[in-house]
């Protein structure tokens, strides 16, 4: 059964410092992985997916990376700003009779001023 | 382009009552999920939609949970009788195809007390 755990839970960082957020899953058989962004009570908000022949994505300031073999993936934010404070996810696509997201728990992101 | 709309936003019930939410995704999306999530933890996905057609309800309580895609468009999930575990947000989410991008609607906030 794919599991997926994101480290650490919560994170204060005070603005303008980059920043890693991480994650790792338990089998390697995924088609992709993806970040998404979710703000209170608000939905997900998709902003990196990395096919599973891919090693890393970017946009903007963020960047992604994906080590298949290892069950790790890495969010990367350059330069801290007050709104990218929020709870950012990591997903794998499965295919599990259909192709479907396994979720992590999340890390909370606080960027302070 | 209208992003996934849901309703109610916000309901409040008591344990062993019913309760409905409707989802309306973005146009032409074939594909139809919809996760609860619990507070603390990321999504899970309770059932997949193919136009009208139910490809994953593996994770889905049936004997309280049921949920249907009138036409390939709309959908209503329905919770009858709601227990007090049943509190969480339950997101609706569209995809063009399978495994392409998912995009999230605002999500309903749901209490049983």
């Known amino acids: 059964k794919q599991e997926v755990t994101q480290i650490p839970a919560a994170l204060s960082v005070p603005e303008g410092e980059n920043l890693v957020l991480n994650c790792s899953f338990t089998?390697?058989?995924?088609?992709?992985l993806q970040w998404f962004r979710q703000d209170p009570g608000k939905g997900l908000t998709s902003l990196l997916l990395?096919?599973?022949?891919?090693r890393e994505q970017t946009s903007g300031r963020l960047n992604a990376s994906l080590d298949k073999s290892s069950g790790r993936s890495t969010l990367y934010i350059a330069a801290s700003q007050p709104g990218d404070s929020a709870t950012y996810l990591c997903?794998?696509?499965?295919?599990?009779?259909?192709?479907?997201?396994?979720f992590g728990q999340g890390t909370r992101l606080t960027i302070n001023p | 382009e209208a992003g996934v709309a849901q309703s109610p936003r916000y309901k409040i019930i008591e344990k062993r009552q019913s309760v409905a939410f409707w989802c309306n995704p973005i146009?032409?999306?074939?594909?139809l999920y919809w996760y609860q999530q619990i507070l603390g933890q990321g999504p899970k996905l309770l059932i997949q939609?193919?136009?009208?057609?139910?490809?994953?309800d593996s994770q889905l309580p049936k004997d309280r949970f049921s949920a249907e895609r009138l036409k390939g468009v709309d959908s209503t999930l329905k919770i009858q009788p709601a227990k007090l575990e049943d509190s969480a947000v339950y997101l609706c989410?569209?995809?063009?195809?399978?495994?392409?991008?998912?995009?999230f609607g605002p999500g309903t906030r749901l209490l049983v007390l």
């Open positions: 939609f193919q136009n009208n057609g139910v490809v994953d």
């Open positions: 989410a569209s995809s063009l195809w399978q495994g392409e991008t998912q995009y």
């Open positions: 990395i096919q599973s022949s891919q």
């Open positions: 089998d390697s058989a995924i088609y992709n």
């Open positions: 997903a794998v696509s499965i295919i599990q009779g259909a192709q479907k997201l396994v």
């Open positions: 146009s032409g999306h074939a594909t």
